[in-house]
């Protein structure tokens, strides 16, 4: 059973929290990781891409010359695909980039992800961080004192101040329980969690 320390956010030690072993001490496999990290980025693609077929380009109503007798190759349509200006043979059309991942795979990654950033000692318990006001230089006084580089920060819940002071900030990116996914976890090399988050997260994964 892993117990970190808790700190506030001056680096203070505030207390020991203990994290649910089957959420951050899970073995961890690249190949479940990359799988649904593919697919994550996969669903995220627009595919919008679209190449018109000879039914799609305009012109080529008319035959080009008469079929036989020019010394010409015969020849239908202007738009053919041979034809500069022609249509696109098997050119790219608007489709769907989603492949389905099992649900139990997705939640192995997540405690997996976690999981490897608490083994590397990348992983810092917050107490809370707490603002007077949205600017952007209380927030990276706070991040400077508890050493955050690239780092993702887990709230209990949408903070507009920790939000607002936090989107500048270059490395920077908050989320909550309900949004967390791999891609952004496997993404920052820290993981912050305020004390509020373990206990949704771990409900979320268990």
């Not at 951050?24 to 593919?38: C, M, N, Q, T, Y």
């Not at 490897?116 to 400077?144: H, W």
Request: glycine content about 8%; proline content about 5%; hydrophobic content about 40%.
């Amino acid at each position: 059973m892993a117990v970190v320390k808790v700190y506030d956010q001056n680096k203070t030690e505030q207390g020991e929290c203990t994290l649910a072993p089957e959420v951050f001490e899970v073995a961890v496999k690249p190949e479940i990781l990359h799988l649904v990290v593919r697919a994550q980025l996969a669903a995220k693609r627009a595919g919008t891409h679209n190449a018109k077929t000879r039914a799609q380009v305009s012109g080529g109503g008319n035959k080009p010359w008469r079929q036989k007798g020019t010394g010409h190759a015969r020849s239908g349509s202007n738009r053919s695909p041979v034809w500069r200006g022609g249509a696109i043979v098997f050119g790219p059309q608007p489709r769907s980039y989603d492949f389905k991942v099992n649900k139990k795979i997705r939640s192995l990654a997540m405690r997996m992800a976690l999981s490897s950033r608490l083994a590397s000692d990348n992983l810092i318990v917050v107490k809370n961080i707490d603002l007077a006001e949205p600017k952007t230089k209380l927030f990276a006084e706070v991040a400077g004192k508890l050493g955050l580089g690239k780092a993702l920060i887990v709230a209990p819940e949408e903070s507009r101040n920790l939000a607002l002071s936090s989107r500048n900030v270059p490395g920077i990116t908050l989320t909550t329980p309900d949004q967390l996914s791999v891609y952004e976890i496997l993404k920052h090399k820290q993981l912050v969690l305020l004390e509020g988050a373990v206990e949704p997260v771990e409900t979320r994964l268990k």
